[in-house]
């Protein structure tokens, strides 16, 4: 019996992410399966490209609602109508509440471009740039309640050049974006990530 990995996806923009699961892991010979994918904003080019891959997508416009909870229980029942193993937030632009992270923790993971616990939240690219720092990158990592503050799973160094910008710095950070986070994905699916405490051990083999 072949058991697939189920995964569901939420974004709030480009998708570029998303695409890279789907490249290299979506019902390829991997057992992974992209569920849904959810987004906060309808008008964006990550749901077209889940629908070009006849992948389920759901808007769960946040503006519509006058809680987080309310929005947030929305978003849950989709999710456990799926039955998904794994929840991979995907440059989706949003805090999720202690709510949403007990009801699910650790099923969740987020790409974020810095090498964390350095700067995190936005901006992430102009903060490393600000601070001068040689080396910037990113970080894979289980969400918690903080803010890009989860236990770390993988991370990925990126050289910051002296006459780098914030779009330079962003690009080639985002390649390597596109690699670490499937190959967490199907880390995971293969249960070779354990989490003690904050500590990850990952099973290489």
């Known amino acids: 019996m072949i058991i697939i990995f189920k995964v569901a996806v939420l974004i709030s923009g480009k998708g570029s992410n998303l695409q890279s699961i789907i490249d290299r892991l979506h019902i390829k010979n991997n057992n992974i399966e992209i569920k849904c994918v959810i987004s906060n904003n309808k008008d964006v080019l990550g749901l077209k ?3 070009d891959s006849d992948i389920c997508t759901y ?21 456990d109508g799926q039955s998904i193993d794994l929840i991979v937030l995907a440059g989706y632009m949003r805090l999720l509440s202690p709510y949403f992270i007990d009801y ?64 330079s710095l962003s690009k080639r950070i985002l390649k390597d974006e596109h690699k670490i986070l499937p ?6 699916s293969l249960n070779k990530v354990k989490l003690k405490n904050r500590t990850v051990i990952i099973e290489e083999r």
């Open 59 to 79: 808007t769960v416009n946040d503006c519509n609602y006058k809680k987080s909870k309310e929005y947030e229980k929305e978003i849950i029942n989709i999710i």
């Open 49 to 51: 490209r889940a629908k």
């Open 104 to 167: 699910y923790y650790p099923k969740i993971i987020n790409i974020h471009p810095s090498l964390l616990p350095s700067f995190p939240g936005l901006n992430a690219q102009q903060q490393a740039l600000d601070y001068g720092v040689k080396v910037s990158g990113c970080t894979v990592h289980f969400v918690d309640k903080g803010v890009d503050s989860g236990p770390i799973i993988k991370q990925k160094a990126v050289v910051v050049d002296s006459n780098d910008t914030v779009n």
């Open 183 to 188: 190959e967490v994905i199907k880390l995971l």
